[in-house]
């Protein structure tokens, strides 16, 4: 074993534990808001495809062809409704810790990210339609990099989650 071997295991004993994922999932009814958003998409998704399709059809391509393209586009985006949602809520996790907001999500690709609470500058709960129907809320924390978002929580844990990093960074006045 030559100098290189041993300064590698060497490196390998010093990394510090895997951090264990984020303990909190996102609020069960995301499912439902997620569900009706992939509704809606779908809906104006399918509106647009097969309007095209029929322009597309009638005038420059054989109908048969752009008919099965219109469909396959509507399929696809009909997978928000169903399976998509489930493997999202699944990966979705967050905490807030004494120095940091740890996120994680995404289902194909999993991103797992660690904001210091010294970087957030300010934070923000919104809502949107569907969210103010099924009582949910999106906590949003802005840093000079940039967003990071914690998506459907309820109300009261998005308010709590807000109040909580907004103490943590010091920033409790601008909320």
């Known amino acids: 074993m030559d100098q290189t ?3 590698l295991l060497q490196l390998r004993k010093a990394r510090p534990p895997m ?13 439902t808001a997620w569900r009706l958003s992939g509704v809606v998409e779908t809906l104006v998704i399918g509106a647009i495809a097969f309007a095209a399709a029929y322009i597309l059809g009638r005038f420059f391509f054989p109908q048969r062809t752009v008919t099965i393209v219109a469909l396959v586009l509507v399929v696809l985006t009909a997978s928000g409704i169903w399976p998509a949602p489930d493997l999202r809520w699944r990966r979705w996790r967050y905490e807030i810790g004494e120095t940091e907001v740890d996120l994680q999500h995404g289902w194909l690709t999993v991103t797992r990210t660690l904001i210091p609470a ?8 919104q809502r949107g339609p569907i969210q103010r129907r099924l009582g949910l809320a999106t906590v949003i924390l802005y840093t000079a990099a ?12 998005a308010d709590q989650v807000r109040d909580r990093v907004a103490a943590l960074a010091n920033v409790a006045q601008d909320v």
């Open 19 to 31: 951090r264990p994922p984020p303990q909190h999932h996102l609020d069960r009814r995301a499912l």
């Open 5 to 7: 071997d041993r300064d």
């Open 118 to 125: 010294a970087r957030i500058q300010h934070v923000d709960t």
């Open 146 to 157: 940039g967003q990071n978002q914690i998506p459907d929580l309820a109300l009261e844990v």
